[in-house]
């Protein structure tokens, strides 16, 4: 079992910064993939980046690289997204998820956090 709490979702101006935080707590946290989703009004959650605790880190949408990226720190449980240059298409519910390493499926969510990005 992976318990997941997202915070760090605000409303800013285009052009700023926000770091999102992901807790995680889980006996073996080592064995999970935790991934950054979000989804926009209206559109489908799409997959932003996954962190393994080995440090890989994959980013899936074009639109990011760059400017998101995706940090840990195994000793406090936590998975960061850190994104700069923030656009008005930005403007989401950022997840945080977790799978197991040897799983395709993401099976634990977090509530959710929400960003708003003003142009």
């Known amino acids: 079992q992976v318990q997941l709490v997202e915070s760090g979702g605000e409303s800013v101006q285009a052009g700023a910064s926000l770091r999102l935080t992901c807790e995680a707590s889980?006996?073996?946290?080592?064995?999970?993939?935790v991934g950054w989703f979000r989804q926009a009004p209206g559109k489908e959650r799409e997959i932003v980046a996954a962190y393994n605790w080995s440090g890989g880190v994959t980013i899936y949408v074009d639109s990011v690289k760059g400017r998101f990226t995706v940090s840990g720190d195994y000793a406090k449980k936590t998975v960061y997204l850190q994104m700069n240059s923030l656009k008005a298409e930005d403007t989401a519910v950022y997840y945080c998820?977790?799978?197991?390493?040897?799983?395709?499926?993401?099976?634990?969510w977090g509530q959710g956090t929400q960003v708003t990005v003003s142009s």
């Open positions: 998820a977790a799978r197991l390493f040897t799983s395709g499926d993401y099976d634990y």
């Open positions: 889980a006996r073996t946290l080592s064995t999970f993939v």
